[in-house]
C-alpha cells in the first residue's frame, strides 16, 4: 500500500473482505506475523538481552492489540498496546526481555523468534499472564480486544525496526542495493525488479541446452544472485508465446520451428547456491546432440 506515515514509501496492508466474528472456542485468531531467522537473533537469545520493537500502525478500530514473541513451539512472551484513535498513524514502542529459560530454541537457520501482530484472537489461544515468559505457544495476550474484524477494517504497519536493548532508535533506512541482497536469502525471481510473478509473461528468461535424450533434458546450472537460507523450492512459470501451458517451458529449435511446451518442467538438485531446470519431453521426441532454445521464469523460495 502507499499509504504510509511522513518519512515512509510505503506499508504493508490487511483488510477484511467479509467481517469474522471468533468463536466461543477452537483456537480462533487473526495476526500479521514475521518471523526472524535464528542467525539474526542468536546474540540476543544467547544474551538474554532486552529488546524493543518500534513499528507505526493504523487501525480502523481502535482497541487494546497483541504483540506475541515467541519461539513458535514452546515459549511465549505477550503484551498489549492501546490505539487510541481510528484511522491515525500511531507510533508503537515496546521492550520485550528475552530471559525465557528453557524452550526450543534455534540459533542457525531456523526460526529464532517469531513476532506475532495479533488483531483479534479467543481466549482460548491467548496467554493468561501479560508480559511474562510462558511455556505455550501463544496467539495473543490476556485483554486483547474483540469483535474488531469487521467488514472493510483494515490493518497498515510500516518502519518495524527490532533492536537489541531497551531503547527504540530512529529508523534505520538502509541502501536498495543492501536491502535486496537481505532478502534474496529467502526469495529470488528470475522476473525484472517490479514485474508481477505469473505464468504467460513476455518477461522471459532464455537459455540453451543440449538433448542428452530423446525425451528429457536439463539446463545448464541456474546460479542464484545471493546463497539461499536453505535448498530453496524451485517454481517454474510459462512464457507469453503461442501454445503456452502454464508452469511449463517452451522449447524451439531453430528460428524456423514453432514454439512448443515442454511437457514437464521441473527443478532438479536445488542446491543453496544454484539448480538446474528439468525438462520432459514425453511424447515429443528430441534429437539427441541436438542443442535447444528454451525459454520460462522461476522463483526460488527459501522463506521461513
Known amino acids: 500500500s502507499t499509504t504510509a506515515p511522513t518519512g515512509f514509501g510505503n506499508s504493508a496492508y490487511l483488510t477484511a473482505t467479509t467481517g469474522q466474528t471468533l468463536g466461543a472456542s477452537g483456537g480462533a485468531y487473526m495476526m500479521y506475523r514475521h518471523v526472524i531467522e535464528g542467525f539474526n537473533i542468536a546474540d540476543a537469545l544467547r544474551s538474554q538481552s532486552s529488546v524493543t520493537i518500534s513499528f507505526w500502525a493504523y487501525f480502523s478500530n481502535s482497541g487494546t492489540y497483541s504483540l506475541v514473541a515467541t519461539n513458535a513451539v514452546d515459549r511465549s512472551y505477550a503484551t498489549t498496546y492501546t490505539v487510541t484513535a481510528a484511522n491515525t498513524w500511531q507510533q508503537i514502542t515496546l521492550t520485550i526481555p528475552l530471559t525465557a529459560s528453557g524452550g526450543t530454541w534455534n540459533y542457525t537457520n531456523g526460526i529464532g523468534l517469531e513476532l506475532r501482530f495479533t488483531l483479534d484472537a479467543h481466549d482460548d489461544v491467548c496467554t493468561a499472564s501479560n508480559n511474562a515468559w510462558v511455556s505455550t505457544n501463544s496467539y495473543g495476550a490476556s485483554g486483547q480486544t474483540h469483535g474488531k474484524v469487521t467488514t472493510g477494517a483494515t490493518f497498515y504497519i510500516t518502519g518495524v525496526q527490532l533492536e537489541k536493548g531497551s531503547t527504540a532508535t530512529s ?54 544472485n545471493v546463497n539461499k537460507r536453505t535448498a530453496p523450492t524451485i517454481t517454474p512459470y510459462s512464457s507469453s508465446r503461442s501454445g503456452n501451458v502454464a508452469g511449463q517451458w517452451m522449447y524451439r529449435i531453430t528460428a524456423s520451428d514453432t514454439w512448443a511446451a515442454a511437457a514437464g518442467t521441473a527443478a532438479y538438485g536445488a542446491r543453496t547456491q544454484n539448480f538446474v531446470m528439468g525438462l520432459n519431453f514425453s511424447g515429443t521426441p528430441l534429437t539427441s546432440g541436438t542443442s535447444y532454445l528454451v525459454e520460462g521464469n522461476w522463483t526460488a523460495s527459501a522463506e521461513l
Open 171 to 224: 529508523f534505520d533506512y538502509r541502501p536498495y542495493g543492501t536491502e535486496l541482497v537481505l532478502c534474496q536469502r529467502y526469495f529470488e525471481t528470475s522476473f525484472n525488479a517490479g514485474t508481477a510473478v505469473a505464468n504467460n509473461s513476455s518477461a522471459i528468461n532464455a537459455g540453451g541446452l543440449t538433448a542428452f535424450a530423446v525425451d528429457y533434458a536439463q539446463t545448464p546450472l541456474i546460479s542464484f
